[in-house]
C-alpha cells in the first residue's frame, strides 16, 4: 500500500472511529434517559397506597341503654344514639324513649266550651272549659308528628290530616289531642268522635342537657343520673346502664366492596407499571445490544487503525531513507 493510499484509510478509519464513538455516547444517553423513567415508574411503584383489608373487630358498634321506672314523665326504656361531653364535664345525651301511653283523641265533650283570648304578641290561647275542669289547649305538641303517626295507624289513616295537634291533660292525669280544624271550628253541638288508645307504645326523642355519666373499668357508660337544665332539680339518679355490642354486618359487607375494589384498581395499576418498565427494560437490552456491537466494532477498528497507522509510518520511513 502507498503513502497516499495508507493516509486515506488512516483517516478514514479515523473518522468511522469517531463516528462509532459518537454513536456510543447517544447510546448511552439513551440508556440513562430510560433508566431515569424506570427510577420514575419505581417511584410511582411505592407511592401507591396498599389497600388493607377491613377488620371485622371494628365493625362492632356498642350500644347504651337503661330503663327509668316511678319517674314522673319519663318511664320507659331508653336508648343513647348520641352523646358528647360538656365544658362543665356534665354529659349532653340524645335518647330515644319507648313507653306506652294511655291516649284519648278528640273524645266526646259534654256540657263545654272552648273560649279564646290573644296574648301581647297576638297569639290566640284556647281554654276547654269541661264540668271536670277547664284546660289550657297546648299547641304544637312535642313528638306530635308520632303522634299522628300512631292515631292513623290505629285508627286508620286520614283520621287526622292535620300536620299538628292540640293537646290537654285531664283531672285523672290522660291526656287529650284534638286537631287545630278541630279547635278552631269547635260548637258546643259538635259531637266528636270518641277515638281512645289504651297503653299504645310510642317512641320519641329526649334530650338530657346536663347527665352526670361514671365509668366501668373498661371505660363504658355503667350509670347515668340526671338534672333538670332549668331548675336543677334531680330527674332520675344512678341509672344502671346495659350494655351491648351489635355486630355491623352491612358495614363490614360495604368496607370488604370498596376493598375489592381498591384491591383491584391496585393490582390493575401494579401491572400497568410493571409492563411500562418491563418495556423500558427490553428497550435497554436493544441498546446494550448495540452498544455491544459499538464496542466489538470500536476494537476492530483500533486494531485496524493500528496496523494502517504502522504501515503508514513504514512508508514514510522507507520515503525518507530513499532520498537520505
Avoid: C
Avoid at 51 to 70: G, I, R, W
Avoid at 96 to 109: D, F, H, M, Q
Avoid at 222 to 231: G, K
Avoid at 288 to 297: A, F
Wanted: net charge negative; aromatic share 10%.
Amino acid at each position: 500500500m502507498g503513502l497516499a493510499a495508507s493516509q486515506a484509510r488512516f483517516l478514514g478509519i479515523t473518522a468511522r472511529k469517531s463516528n462509532i464513538e459518537y454513536e456510543g455516547q447517544q447510546v448511552n444517553q439513551q440508556r440513562t434517559a430510560l433508566a431515569e423513567e424506570v427510577n420514575a415508574l419505581y417511584s410511582q411503584l411505592l407511592s401507591l397506597e396498599v389497600p388493607v383489608a377491613p377488620d371485622s373487630t371494628e365493625f362492632y358498634e356498642t350500644n347504651y341503654s337503661f330503663s327509668l321506672d316511678n319517674t314522673s314523665g319519663y318511664d320507659g326504656s331508653y336508648l343513647v344514639k348520641s352523646y358528647y361531653q360538656n365544658d362543665d364535664g356534665t354529659y349532653y345525651l340524645n335518647t330515644e324513649r319507648t313507653y306506652n301511653k294511655n291516649v284519648a283523641v278528640g273524645s266526646v265533650l259534654t256540657n263545654s266550651s272552648i273560649t279564646s283570648t290573644t296574648d301581647e304578641q297576638g297569639n290566640k290561647i284556647y281554654t276547654l272549659n269541661t264540668t271536670d275542669g277547664s284546660y289550657t289547649l297546648t299547641a304544637n305538641a312535642q313528638n306530635s308528628a308520632s303522634m299522628i303517626s300512631l292515631i292513623n295507624s290505629t285508627y286508620g289513616e286520614g283520621t287526622v290530616t292535620d300536620n299538628s295537634l292540640y293537646y290537654y291533660q285531664d283531672a285523672n292525669g290522660l291526656t287529650h289531642y284534638m286537631t287545630p280544624s278541630q279547635v278552631e271550628n269547635y260548637t258546643p253541638e259538635m259531637e266528636l268522635s270518641s277515638y281512645y288508645s289504651s297503653n299504645k307504645e310510642v317512641t320519641e326523642t329526649v334530650i338530657f342537657e346536663n347527665a352526670t355519666v361514671t365509668f366501668d373499668a373498661n371505660n363504658r357508660f355503667s350509670s347515668i343520673s340526671a338534672t333538670d337544665p332549668n331548675t336543677g332539680a334531680t330527674i332520675f339518679n344512678n341509672a344502671e346502664v346495659d350494655t351491648t355490642r351489635i355486630y355491623n354486618s352491612e358495614g363490614y359487607d360495604a368496607a370488604l366492596r370498596d376493598y375489592t375494589m381498591s384491591k383491584d384498581e391496585y393490582n390493575k395499576k401494579v401491572a400497568d407499571l410493571n409492563a411500562q418498565t418491563e418495556s423500558l427494560q427490553q428497550e435497554d437490552k436493544v441498546l446494550e445490544l448495540r452498544l455491544n456491537q459499538i464496542d466489538t466494532e470500536q476494537n476492530e477498528l483500533q486494531t485496524e487503525l493500528e496496523a494502517v497507522k504502522a504501515v503508514l509510518d513504514k512508508n514514510i520511513e522507507n520515503t525518507f531513507n530513499t532520498f537520505s
